[in-house]
Every structure is written in C-alpha cells, then in structure tokens.
C-alpha cells in the first residue's frame, strides 16, 4: 500500500518518470490543455463534474508525492479586466499547501502568454486538467530532487 495521499496510477507513472527540472501542470477547467502542452507530456483529464476536483485539491495530492522547488500561477496580465480584483483567492490556497508540505519556493506568477511558453517546453512531463471553476488557478510545478 502506497504512503502518499496520491493514488491515480497515471498520474504516479509520469511523476516516477520526472526528473529534476521536470515540469507538472494543474490546470483549472477554463485552460486549453488539449493545445497547450509541452511535446513530451502526457494528459491525464479529471473533470469529474463542475468544480470537481479543483486544482488546490490535486496540488495537495501531488504534493504528498512529490518534491518541488518551484510553483508558478499564471500571471493576469495588466489589460485583463479581471487584473482590477487583484489576485486570484486561489493563490493564498495554493501558498498554504505548499508551505504545509514543507516548500520553501515562493509562488510566483509568469505573465499569461509566458505562462504558455513555459508549459510548452521539452521540460513538461505532464498536465492535469481539473474542473476547477476558478480563473486564473492554473499552477506549474518544477520537479526538485530527492534529498531523503
């Protein structure tokens, strides 16, 4: 039996394969995941219904299994009329769940369009698309090393 609160067999295949540097996406439903991805990573859907998962509750299950020594939310840009209500709930979340999993990295956001063009490298293993309903929740993960 598996210590780790992750389970999903795909989902714990990819990320035995992940080195460090590799790149794991959690996207929220609205992220065009099926175009937006790097040539090397595998697609796993989990929309279940509306809402189900979210991203926070897949990034506490990647986390249990996972080291990490970088977190990235998709930066709203400026002329986004969203900008205007600051940032996204869901960050201060995803901050909480890291720092409860030992992540000493700061969350920090990559500007949308870089956002994607950092998704899209040769470093990303995998993306996760939730049915989170949430904007602007998507979070990428950098692969850190096994110190134990």
Known sequence: MLKTT???PEILRVCARAGHHSKILIADGNYPAS????PNAELVCLQLMPGVPTVAQVLRAILSAVPIDAVNTM???ADDP???FGEPPAWQEF???AKEAGVTAPI???FKWDFYKAVESPDHMLTIQ???QALW????????CRTT
Do not use: C, F, S
Request: glycine share 10%.
């Open 82 to 84: 969203y900008a205007k």
């Open 75 to 77: 930066g709203i840009p």
């Open 108 to 110: 920090i956001p990559i």
């Open 95 to 97: 901050r909480t769940l």
């Open 6 to 8: 992750l389970l999903h």
């Open 130 to 132: 939730t049915a989170d």
């Open 137 to 144: 929740a998507n979070v990428l993960l950098t692969v850190g």
């Open 35 to 38: 175009t937006k991805r790097g």
